[in-house]
């Protein structure tokens, strides 16, 4: 049961920072051709919408599902009512970092560390087993490593979750 | 014909044999590749779109600066780099956004105009150098080989974004592309269901993840008498490739060898397996040895 006392009626408004999900008619397409809809626990996107618009607050805070999401876009693709539903997982996902930081995914202090997510730099006698030299990469530069932490270190994660990210 | 090249981070450091696949063949279609210096993650949709809209840009600018100071456009196999690079410029194209991301990009000592276009390695094979080239390339052609495709969704979807297809609908380009190299491509009823390899789905729920997976190559088995998986994006082939032997493992019998489309094209050039073909969880033997 949903009740009513506690749900925050401008939900919408924090979460969706661009594109107007009130057109969501119900009809259930972004869930059709989603393969993350086979998740467990399901990713319902149609019921993601819901929860935003109607203030669910808690219960959206506390939702994994965004995370099950593969980016496929097939839901932007189908939704009849241009609401972006793949924007809107992206959105609901950055509303819960924004308001519970154990949500903020750990490759991001990597991302920040050595510019990328996957050890690229580590993979020096792979890549030579292919007749591969090295990249040019940002962890191979400290001057611009030191401009690209400079530039994150700008951004609002960044600089409110700054005890995650080591020069 | 040149192009940035953006490897992404899964290809050098996990699957290497794609990126000498494709630094071999594509000179020989007459494109250059000019390395990007000090590019970074995409950024991955896991990463920064996930958790900070102004940073996920501030990363995108960086990327799409270095190949535009180079005035070239950027060159990507990865379905996922290219779809968060497209999106990122067509995000950038808010003035608002972008004044911000201008400034964050400053203490970078960096410049973002938005010249550089993003560009799929399908569409640059198909377009720019064409099925025609390919064919001439053609040393040993995969004759008889029968083979199905795997269309990166990132490719497709949302088509206003990433879209090459003029015709719109079901793609078809990966496709003409393997029957230039003299295969025969097959038909199936989930050929245009995604992967399923990307983004959460596999890391939170594993098992129906390979269901899922599964729904395809059983449909491939009965469907089709397909040797091969051709496909253009890392995450479709480490997927397609490593599901197999997960599923295997739980009494499944799966063994259909995954190609990126750059190792069957180097293959049919001539270039060495065990550099452009070199790494698989799926034995690949059986086409293999057909070079
Ligand atoms: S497809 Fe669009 S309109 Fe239909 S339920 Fe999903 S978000 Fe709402
Ligand atoms: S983008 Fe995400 S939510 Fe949309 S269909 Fe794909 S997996 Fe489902």
């Known amino acids: 049961m949903i009740n009513l006392a506690e749900l925050k009626q401008d939900l919408y408004k924090e979460v969706t920072e661009h ?39 808690d219960a959206l805070l506390d939702d994994d599902s965004p995370w099950a999401c593969v980016t496929c876009s097939k839901c932007e693709e189908m939704c009849p009512m241009g609401v972006k539903p793949f924007e809107l997982c992206l959105a609901i996902r950055r509303w819960q970092c924004r308001n519970d930081e154990t949500r903020i995914p750990q490759s991001l202090p990597e991302l920040f560390e050595r510019g990328y997510t996957q050890p690229v730099e580590k993979a020096q006698a792979l890549r030579a087993s292919v007749g591969l030299g090295e990249l040019s990469l940002v962890v191979h530069d400290p001057e611009l490593l030191k401009r690209f932490q400079a530039m994150l270190k700008e951004t609002k994660i960044v600089k409110e979750n700054s005890y995650m990210f080591k020069e | ?41 995409c950024p991955a949709y896991g990463t920064f779109h996930s958790s900070d809209e102004e940073a996920t840009l501030a990363v995108s600018g960086w990327n ?123 038909h199936f009823s989930c050929e245009y269901q995604c992967c399923g390899g990307a983004g959460g789905f596999h890391r939170n729920s594993a098992i129906e993840a390979a269901a899922f997976a599964k729904r395809k190559l059983d449909a491939i088995k009965a469907e089709t008498g397909a040797k091969l998986i051709v496909v253009s994006c890392i995450t479709c082939l480490m997927f397609l490739d490593s599901v197999q032997k997960e599923l295997n493992s739980g009494g499944g019998s799966y063994s259909i060898p995954v190609f990126d489309y750059n190792q069957i094209l180097s293959l049919c050039m001539g270039f060495p397996a065990e550099q452009v073909a070199a790494i698989a969880t799926t034995p690949r033997d059986e086409i293999v040895k057909l070079f």
């Not at chain 2, 899964?10 to 000090?38: C, H, Q, T, Y």
């Open chain 1, 19 to 57: 594109n107007d999900i009130r057109y969501c008619f119900n009809c259930s397409t972004c869930i059709s051709g989603c393969p993350a809809s086979e998740a467990n626990p399901p990713l319902l996107i149609r019921n993601l919408v819901r929860k935003v618009l109607l203030g669910q607050e």
């Open chain 2, 1 to 41: 014909m040149k192009y940035g090249f953006f490897p992404g981070c899964n290809m050098p450091a996990i699957r290497p044999d794609v990126e000498k696949a494709i630094r071999l063949s594509m000179p020989r279609l007459g494109v250059e590749l000019e390395e990007m210096e000090g590019y970074v993650c």
């Open chain 2, 64 to 186: 799409l600066s270095i190949a535009e100071q180079k005035g070239l456009d950027v060159l990507v196999e990865c379905g996922s780099c290219y779809s968060s690079l497209r999106m990122g410029k067509s995000l950038l194209e808010d003035h608002e956004r972008k004044s911000r991301v201008d400034e964050l990009l400053k203490k970078a000592e960096k410049k973002y105009e938005g010249k550089a276009t993003v560009r799929h390695m399908i569409e640059v094979l198909y377009r720019d150098v064409g099925v025609e080239k390919i064919k001439q390339e053609v040393k040993r052609p995969l004759e008889g080989v029968s083979a199905v495709i795997q269309y990166p969704c990132h490719t497709v979807y949302p088509s206003d974004i990433v879209g090459f297809d003029p015709r719109g609908g079901k793609p078809y380009m990966l496709g003409e592309l393997v029957e230039a190299l003299g295969a025969k491509v097959e």
